[in-house]
């Protein structure tokens, strides 16, 4: 069964610092992954997802997330945050040909100034 | 475009009643899915409706139903409401239901509250 992991609920960077979110999938075959992000009170937008191709994914926002097969990741950064950043970020994998999502548990990111 | 509207937006239930919630899925758009959030158990994937047919179900018990009408439009029922059913309830659609081809697209969800 295709699942993922979030490393660490809870991330603090201050503002103009790295972002570096955490995930890795488990599937017995290739996978879409993708990267969706949640501010309060809202629903979930896609950041960016992997399909195929290649590997160094390059989203909104300023984001980007690489797939290694290798070690079985797709983190997800962002060379400086902005406040704006201030958000819950979920990992995501799905089976091939459907729009059934098997997210991760979140991880929220709190900018400091 | 509009988005995905979700109705109501809030909604407050008791114990033992059953509650419909109505999905509006963007315009052209054939596949809605349903996903149940907690702060406990996190995202949940609920149903995934393609062209009135039901594709895929989550791990959920009977009480939760959901169907698909022609015009793509979705409703969600859930029968003898538990305190453990209060959550946000998000729907997404997308134009052909194939998660790495099409973005899927979440309305704001409808926040439950059962007493």
């Known amino acids: 069964a295709q699942s993922v992991t979030q490393l660490g609920s809870h991330v603090s960077v201050s503002e103009g610092a790295l972002v570096l979110l955490r995930c890795n999938y488990s599937?017995?075959?290739?996978?879409?992954l993708f990267w969706y992000v949640q501010y309060p009170n809202q629903g979930l937008q896609l950041l960016l997802k992997?399909?195929?191709?290649?590997?160094l994914v390059k989203g909104i926002n300023g984001f980007e997330a690489e797939f290694k097969k290798s070690e079985t990741s797709f983190h997800l950064t962002k060379p400086s945050a902005h406040m704006s950043d201030a958000a819950e970020y979920f990992c995501a994998v799905s089976p091939y040909n459907t729009d059934k999502l098997i997210f991760g548990t979140g991880t929220r990111l709190q900018v400091f100034p | 475009k509009a988005g995905v509207t979700q109705t109501p937006r809030y909604l407050i239930k008791t114990r033992g009643q059953q509650v419909t919630l109505s999905c509006s899925p963007i315009?052209?758009?054939?596949?809605v899915s349903w996903y149940q959030q907690t702060p406990g158990q996190g995202l949940q994937f609920l149903f995934e409706?393609?062209?009135?047919?039901?594709?895929n179900k989550g791990n959920f018990p009977g009480r939760f139903s959901g169907r698909q009408f022609s015009n793509s439009r979705s409703e969600m029922n859930v029968s003898t409401l538990e305190l453990g059913d209060s959550a946000l309830y998000l729907c997404?659609?997308?134009?052909?239901?194939?998660?790495?081809?099409?973005?899927?697209?979440f309305g704001p969800g409808t926040r439950l509250t059962v007493t």
């Open positions: 315009s052209g758009h054939r596949s």
């Open positions: 992997y399909t195929t191709g290649a590997t």
């Open positions: 997404a659609s997308s134009l052909e239901g194939v998660a790495g081809a099409y973005e899927q697209y």
């Open positions: 409706y393609f062209s009135e047919t039901q594709r």
């Open positions: 599937s017995s075959v290739p996978p879409y």
